[in-house]
């Protein structure tokens, strides 16, 4: 029994059956799809409540994690993007599914994913604000250079930065403030898990025929999804390293240099152009799903290997 209760609580376990269920049973995503909202609410509001409100208090020093932010998501991750699109990509409708793709502003799941790995959770957020700024100009002016159209409507990403990063951040204050967050903080863990669980489900669910249909037809996409998750992400890990960054602003940079925000170029594919041109989003979505289990397991394996080096 008490196995089981720590598999249930077991973050890597739980995403891992998400996907399974959503591939092998995705029926239930057309009801859940209802609660994803606010299952990512519910995520980063616990999320943030580790950020300390000082932070605020001191524009100066934002302006640096800000700007880091739309640089790995713009110029480094976009750029990668669009280069491998342009090298790889011969289909119309999938080229364009990896512009929008390019042009979104990162996953606002940076942010819980950055404290999952023992990351800088404030810098993580500070770069997320910055990149969701910088997204208001630079995603509409992306769209107009490559679609010839000013088809991105900027208040859309307002709403998400509302919704999904100051909303959470304010109930994280009010939480702290009231003292619930004292009361919430044992069971914080098993919250965030499972409400990820409802996300990832109901991803992978909607979108599981496009897997499963004709799966050899995605590999130039899947190609691109790998380059830029695993191997850019270990790009940027070794350059870290090598120019000897704070580790915790290493896993912070990694995940800001690697997650776009997928649900958004999914949906704006879907709304702008065609099913066929969602399709990256789709494909990138499972490897960002596997690229996170991952980095989880090569977190602890790393931390299993200094307690190993230190007896």
């Not at 995705?26 to 000082?54: C, D, K, N």
Request: charged share 10%; proline share 5%.
């Amino acid at each position: 029994m008490k196995k089981i209760k720590s598999l249930l609580r077991n973050r890597d376990f739980i995403l891992f059956l998400a996907l399974t269920l959503g591939l092998l049973w995705g029926q239930a995503a057309r009801w859940t799809e209802q609660v994803t909202l606010p299952a990512l609410g519910v995520v980063m509001t616990l999320s943030t409540m580790t950020i300390s409100g000082a932070i605020f208090r001191a524009p100066k020093a934002m302006v640096v994690p800000a700007f880091t932010g739309i640089v790995m998501n713009y110029a480094v991750l976009s750029g990668i993007i669009l280069a491998l699109n342009q090298i790889i990509i011969r289909e119309e409708a999938i080229w364009r599914g990896f512009v929008l793709l390019a042009a979104v502003p990162p996953a606002v799941a940076v942010i819980p994913f950055t404290g999952f790995l023992n990351g800088d959770v404030t810098f993580s957020l500070i770069a997320c604000i910055g990149a969701y700024l910088g997204a208001l100009i630079i995603t509409p002016l992306m769209a107009l250079g490559f679609f010839g159209t000013g088809s991105i409507d900027p208040s859309n990403l307002l709403t998400i930065m509302l919704e999904l990063i100051i909303l959470p951040l304010i109930l994280s204050r009010i939480l702290l403030w009231t003292g619930a967050g004292v009361r919430i903080d044992p069971i914080k863990g098993a919250i965030t898990n499972w409400s990820f669980f409802i996300v990832v489900y109901t991803v992978v669910g909607l979108n599981r025929e496009v897997f499963l249909g004709q799966p050899l037809s995605l590999l130039p996409v899947a190609a691109i999804a790998i380059a830029s998750t695993f191997l850019l992400g270990w790009i940027i890990e070794n350059a870290g390293h090598l120019f000897r960054v704070d580790p915790k602003k290493v896993s912070s940079l990694v995940l800001l240099g690697t997650l776009k925000n997928y649900g958004l170029a999914a949906g704006l594919s879907l709304t702008l152009f065609s099913k066929q041109t969602a399709i990256p989003a789709t494909v990138s979505t499972i490897f960002f799903i596997v690229y996170i289990i991952w980095l989880g397991l090569k977190k602890r394996w790393r931390w299993h290997m200094v307690g190993v080096g230190n007896l």
